[in-house]
Every structure is written in C-alpha cells, then in structure tokens.
C-alpha cells in the first residue's frame, strides 16, 4: 500500500507525494487508467493536454464507483492547452477545472507560447507538410505568470510552472511577486535536479514534482528500470526496480507522478517500499552525467526552441523570452 505521504504547499493545501500521470496514453486507455488508480488509492492526478475527456470519464467512473471517494480527495493538476498567455486572459482554461476538486493546481506548462491558430490545434503548423511548431515570441513569461495569477481564485486554488529553471522562475517571481507553489519538471536517477533547482526551490519554498521517474523517452532507450543498479537493490529488498525509483524520488519531500495504463502496474506502483541511506546514496551517485529526455528540438513536431541550452538545443531559431 502507499504509505500516503502528503506535503504542504506555500498556499496551505497538501499534495499526495505519489501521484499518477496520464500522458502518452492512446484513446480508450487513460480513462480505465485513472479509474484504476483513483480505485487503487492515488488521490494525486496529473492531467496532461489532449486527453481532459477521457480523464473527466475515468474521474466520473470512478466518483460514481468507488466507496467512500469524493471529489475534494483527489488533487488534480492540470496544465492549459496552450502555454499561451493570451489564451489565458480569454478565460480559455481547461475544461476538467469546472470539474475540479479543492486543492486544484494549474501549471504553466513550459516557458513557450504557441501561436494560436485556431481553438482546435494542439500543435499549430506553420504549413500542412511542415513538421514544426510556430512558436509565439511576442508572450513572454511575465505576461503568461501574470495571467495565471489572475486566474479565478475560485476555479484555480493554487499556481505553477513546469520546465522552468531557476532564472526563469527568478524572472517571474521578480516582476510579479508572486512564488509559484509548484515546479514541475523531467527528474529520474539520470537527472537528479539536484545541482541547482531543488536548492532554489527549497529557498523559495516551491514543491517540486518530478515527471519522466522512469526516464520516459522518445529515443527508444530502455527505461531506468532496466538500469543495473536499480534493479540490484529491486532483487536485494524484494522490491520491483519501479518501485524502487518512486521510492527515491519522493526522498527529501518531492512528488512523482509515473504513468501508466497496465492495471497490474498502476497498483504495483503504488505498493511503496522505503530505502537505505545507502540504495538512497548509490542511486544518487547515478547522476554525475545528467541525461535529459525531454527536449523540445526532438519533439515531433519540433519546437525550436532553447530551453536548457543542451547541445541539442544550441542551434535553436527561438530562445526563451522571459520579459519585454
Ligand atoms: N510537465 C511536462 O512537461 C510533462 C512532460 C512529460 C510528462 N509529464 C507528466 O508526467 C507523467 C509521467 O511521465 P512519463 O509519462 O513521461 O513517463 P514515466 O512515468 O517515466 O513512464 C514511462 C513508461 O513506464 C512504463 N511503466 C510504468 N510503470 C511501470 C512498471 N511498474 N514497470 C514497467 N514499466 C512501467 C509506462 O508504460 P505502461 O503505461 O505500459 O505501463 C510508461 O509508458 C506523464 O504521464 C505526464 O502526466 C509532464
């Protein structure tokens, strides 16, 4: 079972550490996933862009089915279609926030503005063939920050970003006064975050929850359950190496949000194990060479843009635009 270990954010309201995600699914699969894991216990869903529906079906499903389950239990986050301030000051939030329980987060999603085409295009394209995102420069950060602080307090409890560094979130925090509660972002054993976000966050008192725990990639490598020395204390403590990496994540307060649509796996994850200070500290020594997975200039359709100045980023068209 989870141990159920809740932390506090900077606006009062507590955050399940162990949540689930519900990215990357394929139709007719995230809605059984979030039925499966709202049965199972999760009471913490990242909402990712794209699936809202399903998701609402999975949540519905489940309020109508499981005993003793309410709405005000389940801390959903949720990110808008677009990074876009403009979106925003239209009022254009996402549709599951009429749906949402107390305690709803909404996170920018990444430091990008996407043009806006029309209300239908997650993606929009600046031809038919083309295999790139047009990416917005004239929406800087502040001005999306800005919007999401004047977002109704009644639909949207508490605010935050995701894929922001810690000059970013200086930026915004600089010019608006406002900390956002939460930074989501790619952490997993090969990127521990630990050379500088968490110790910003930690001093800002922003929660950090940590997306990708299994090295979710786009490169067919193997996953970091497959990793050696996961999977060497896994076999050690009678644990599987997932559970192992969940385990890790949440050490020092942090949330983790695995995603899956496997039943069997959606409740293995959430049979939590504790760790040694020496698993914890030989999971730690696999960060030296951080490996990030999510890079925008590889995504399909590209966006290209730097975000984190990784070398595949470096020749990047558009750049962050942080304030004008
Ligand atoms: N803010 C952002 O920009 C951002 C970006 C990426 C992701 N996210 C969020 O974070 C969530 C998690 O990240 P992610 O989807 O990239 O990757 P992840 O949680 O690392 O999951 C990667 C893969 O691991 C598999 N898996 C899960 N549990 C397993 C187990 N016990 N044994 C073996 N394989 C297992 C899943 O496949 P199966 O489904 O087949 O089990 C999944 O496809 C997303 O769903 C999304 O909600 C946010």
Redesign the pocket.
Known sequence: MSFGTKVTLNTGAQIPTLGY?????SPGEVGIGVYEALKVGYRHL?N?YGNQVEVGDGLHKALAEVPGLKREDIFIVS?PRYPNALMLNAGSINPLVDFQAMEYLY?V??PVAFKKVDDVQMFPMAAEDSNEVVIDDSVSLVETWTAMTNLPKSKVRAIGV??FSPAYLQTIIDATGVTPAVV?V?R?PLLQQDDALIKYARDKGIHITG??????NAWGEP?L?ENDTIKGIAGRIGA?P?QVILAWSQVGGHSV??????PA?IR??FQEVRLSDEDISAINALGGSPRRY?VATCYKPKWDINIWNEPKEQGAKHRVIQVK
């Open positions: 995600g519900t990215w990357q699914a990242n990712s990110t996170l999603h990444w995701s894929n989501q790619e997993h997306y990708s725990a299994f090295g979710n996953l359950i599987t997932a949000i695995p995603k899956s649509v496997n796996r293995a994850n999510n």
